[in-house]
């Protein structure tokens, strides 16, 4: 299709990253964001609509004339948003909202993995305070304490100190009224993007976030401070595995349900030490920082991609990528994961590094331009400085190179990015 109108939904460093490869294609003739960042505004046009307004977005696809709708976070899909725009007949990269549950419910996702035998750890449902104790006895530390709610990441306790568990699950069921209690795994994590629909599946290079506000992976869990890809924790033997153990149970279930699954079923993994791969969680969406290292790896067309994807056609189309290596290190606002303070003036950031096979530039996240035209800060997650370059430790090292160059006051950002490949 030539001559398409793309819509793009939400407003982070993912969305970014998906305008930036949705504006190279040549199928796209106009490219809008809602609500959309300072940096979707550089490659097309931003709309104020909230990512939470199902109708307004439903409304305003209608009014663009969008050929296809690209949903960058969890929660419009789960809210129905698919549901919406097929009804409408507009097509859409996104799951309706009930293949949305396999990340809206860890519960109901659990369930599905253990009917179809898919690799993951074991659980247990905590319904009343008199069965905390009983329950971790059940497990050996560290305990993970999991909230069944959409959390951005945050929902989780992963911890060695008994009464911090304890008191974690009595906080979840005191505001849900049930809570979850999973076994730990143990190894390497990574994440591997799989687009998905009822005609077939493609899996994108497999990246490795870093999930922890602190070097080393300590502190609290955040939505993500970098990532790198090809993650070298997933060689050619795990990702078979991934594939017959996970994709293909998963591939098999999904195309099988009244409405077929169509969009980026997104695999939270943990690779133990002999190579196999556990499911950690599902997330029905491209990850957010891993979708700024994996679009840029995709030499094929993504509009093309993904719109056969909301079309149920991908098996029709041949995808190929760069042997690069990309790297991306979030940097946050004073105070994330906790809190985050807003409005402050960001600069340097129009740095390019581009030179023959190395590039170095910026993906901007929570960020906007203020009534005089600056450019400000507006959300936890600011920026996320990108290296890409024939190797990893290039690819890291132009990031960091690009990161020098950006002045935000109280912002952090972590020294370590893919320090566990390198
Ligand atoms: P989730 O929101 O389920 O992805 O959890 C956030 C992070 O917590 C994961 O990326 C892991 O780093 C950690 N985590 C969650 N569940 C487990 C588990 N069962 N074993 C070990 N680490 C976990
Ligand atoms: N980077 C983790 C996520 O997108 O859920």
Not at 311 to 317: A, L, N, Y
Request: proline share 4%.
């Amino acid at each position: 299709m030539t001559g398409m109108t793309v819509l793009v939904v939400g407003g982070g460093g993912r969305e970014h990253a998906l305008g930036i490869g949705l504006a190279a294609s040549e199928s796209v003739a106009s490219l809008h964001t809602a609500p959309g960042n300072a940096g979707t505004a550089m490659v097309g046009t931003n709309h104020d609509v909230s990512s939470s307004d199902i109708d307004g977005l439903a409304s305003l696809a209608e009014e663009l004339g969008a050929g296809l709708v690209v949903v960058g976070p969890e929660a419009p899909l789960v809210d129905g948003l698919a549901d919406s725009l097929r009804a409408k007949g507009i097509a859409c990269f996104g799951p309706h909202s009930e293949g949305a549950r396999l990340e809206g419910s860890k519960l109901h996702a659990k369930r599905v993995m253990q009917s179809l035998g898919v690799p993951t750890g074991g659980c247990i449902v905590v319904e009343a305070a008199d069965e905390i104790d009983a329950a971790l006895d059940l497990f050996e530390a560290p305990w993970v304490v999991k909230r069944d709610v959409l959390a951005a990441g945050k929902g989780v306790t992963v911890t060695l100190d008994r009464q911090q568990a304890a008191d974690a699950l009595a906080r979840g069921l005191e505001s849900d009224g049930f809570v979850l209690l999973e076994e730990h795994l143990f190894g390497e994590e990574a994440s591997v993007l799989v687009v998905m629909d009822e005609s077939g599946y493609v899996c994108l290079p497999a990246s490795q976030d870093h999930k922890r506000v602190g070097e080393g992976d300590t502190g609290p869990n955040t939505g993500g401070m970098g990532a790198y890809a090809p993650a070298p924790v997933a060689t050619p033997t795990v990702l078979q595995r991934v594939v017959d153990e996970i994709v293909e149970p998963m591939h098999h279930h999904l195309r099988n349900q009244v409405t077929p699954y169509r969009g980026c079923l997104y695999l939270g993994l943990m690779i133990d030490s002999e190579g196999a791969p556990r499911v950690i969680e599902f997330n029905v969406r491209f990850g957010d920082p891993e979708t700024q290292v994996t679009v840029p790896l995709i030499s094929s067309d993504f509009a093309e991609l993904l719109l056969a994807c909301a079309e149920g056609r991908v098996s029709e189309i041949e995808v190929d990528f760069h042997t690069h290596s990309a790297a991306t290190v979030v940097l946050a606002s004073e105070g994330y994961p906790a809190s985050s303070a807003t409005g402050r003036v960001i600069s340097g950031s129009e740095v390019d590094l581009g030179e023959g096979e190395i590039s170095g530039f910026v993906h901007y996240a929570g960020t906007m331009f203020d009534g005089s035209g600056n450019l400000v800060s507006s959300g936890g997650r600011v920026l996320a400085a990108t290296g890409i370059a024939p190797d990893l430790r290039s690819a890291v090292g132009v990031a960091y190179e690009v990161m020098r160059c950006i002045e935000l006051e109280g912002s952090h950002f972590r020294s370590d990015i893919a320090y566990r490949a390198l």
